[in-house]
């Protein structure tokens, strides 16, 4: 519905006030108005549309966090009655997020035109997921919309926390190896050659320097030649790995040597049984079928080599093999994952099961991500100062040479 913004007087206090109101036209807004003993001055149509100081200012990307917000805000309306289009209106009116505010007039457009609100939602595959999409349908289908939304709220928020804890827990030293990798450069760039001069002036041209100093004066001298082309090949280099990585290939060879570097494998397992967990739970939960429920699991995990195993395994559960038998055979999954989706199986409770395993390996990359982090940064802080007692060594040297001839 569209939101009027008016300006009325009481009739009993004869006092100005200000407001806005949701009806059909402004016969509406004005028998609202009327009903709260409210005369009105003014009544103007709210402009939906997102200013050009709006577009500048505001991200048009929706964040997790206001998804994650929009998710339990839908969930709590629609549990109280509040029809579909009234709370989607509420929601877009009130959201602090230009890119979900233009998303939702979107929707709302849709479900007007007679469309789903997942089918409305699956046309906006950045912002809503297919796992996302898929659950929704499901609680059209059974009539409990409002707790599947519980149930999507609580996985999204569940995801976004681990996220943030890889990436604090990442932050620190990769901040350290910027530093380091900026004072390497300075002290190469800007003081060896100074240093190199001095040595130079004190000792003659013909001082024999020790190789040390002259590998670090000779990469210092390569670097102020040619460091710009090394910096644009670098760059370019990182460009074009980044840029492979997104490839479907290069994903696949990146994801399969994560999985064989043995401080990050630990952390990936993890991560990935947490998500399929949660995920396939949520899905099993809302009465999606198994194999639905295994595909668009599959396209959640965020690791290839998972996602294709997974994929592998739906034409064995659709020959009547269980899913806990050709998880067990895969051995991509550890043991407690297969059998607890076993008594799954047998009780019937396949979703209250994996919740429990889902919680227990979010523990798990809790622990191991501050494990890698306090064993990450002292070895960060080696490398710095290793880097830096380098140049101080190749330095020292040659004029504690110098020191001792002139003593003697």
């Given at each position: 519905m569209p939101i009027f913004n008016y300006v009325a007087t009481s009739e009993r206090t004869n006092k100005t006030t200000k407001g806005s109101v949701e009806a059909a036209d402004e016969a509406g807004v004005m028998e609202a108005l009327k009903k709260q003993n409210l005369r009105p001055l003014s009544i103007t149509l709210e402009n939906k549309t997102p200013s050009a100081l709006d577009n500048l200012l505001h991200s048009k990307k929706v964040k997790s966090d206001d998804l994650v917000i929009f998710t339990r805000q839908l969930s709590a309306m629609i549990g109280a009655g509040v029809p579909l289009l009234r709370s989607l209106n509420s929601l877009e009116q009130h959201s602090e997020s230009l890119g979900l505010k233009l998303i939702l007039?979107?929707?709302?457009?849709?479900?007007?035109?007679?469309?789903?609100?997942?089918?409305?939602?699956?046309?906006?595959?950045?912002?809503?997921?297919?796992?996302?999409?898929?659950?929704?349908?499901?609680?059209?289908?059974?009539?409990?919309?409002?707790?599947?939304?519980?149930?999507?709220?609580?996985?999204?928020?569940?995801?976004?926390?681990?996220?943030?804890?890889?990436?604090?827990?990442?932050?620190?030293?990769?901040?350290?190896?910027?530093?380091?990798?900026?004072?390497?450069?300075g002290l190469m760039l800007f003081v060896i050659p100074k240093i190199g001069e001095i040595i130079g002036s004190l000792g003659g041209p013909d001082a024999e320097l020790p190789m040390l100093t002259q590998v670090m004066l000779g990469a210092s001298d390569f670097l102020l030649k040619y460091g710009v082309f090394v910096i644009a090949i670098g760059f370019l280099g990182v460009t074009f790995l980044l840029r492979y990585i997104k490839t479907p290939p290069g994903k696949k060879v990146f994801h399969t040597l994560a999985l064989k570097v043995p401080a990050i494998r630990g952390i990936i397992r993890k991560v990935v049984v947490a998500r399929f967990a949660r995920t396939f739970s949520a899905l099993s939960g809302a009465g999606v079928s198994i194999i639905e429920t295994m595909t668009v699991t599959a396209h959640a995990l965020g690791n290839v080599v998972y996602e294709q195993s997974l994929i592998d395994a739906v034409d064995k559960v659709k020959n009547g093999q269980q899913l806990s038998q050709v998880l067990e055979k895969d051995g991509l999954y550890p043991a407690i994952v297969s059998q607890m989706l076993a008594v799954g199986e047998e009780t019937g409770q396949t979703d209250v099961v994996l919740v429990k395993v889902a919680e227990f390996y979010e523990e798990e990359v809790d622990t191991a991500i501050n494990g890698l982090s306090s064993i990450i940064e002292p070895i960060m802080i080696v490398i710095m100062g290793g880097a830096v007692g380098l140049i101080a060594a190749s330095v020292m040297g040659p004029i504690a040479n110098l020191a001792n001839q002139i003593s003697g």
């Open positions: 007039t979107s929707i709302i457009k849709d479900v007007e035109g007679g469309s789903s609100l997942a089918n409305a939602l699956q046309k906006h595959p950045d912002t809503f997921s297919e796992v996302y999409v898929n659950m929704v349908r499901a609680g059209e289908t059974a009539g409990i919309l409002d707790e599947i939304l519980k149930r999507l709220a609580l996985q999204q928020e569940k995801n976004a926390t681990i996220r943030k804890k890889i990436k604090s827990a990442m932050t620190y030293p990769m901040v350290l190896l910027v530093i380091t990798i900026a004072a390497f450069f």
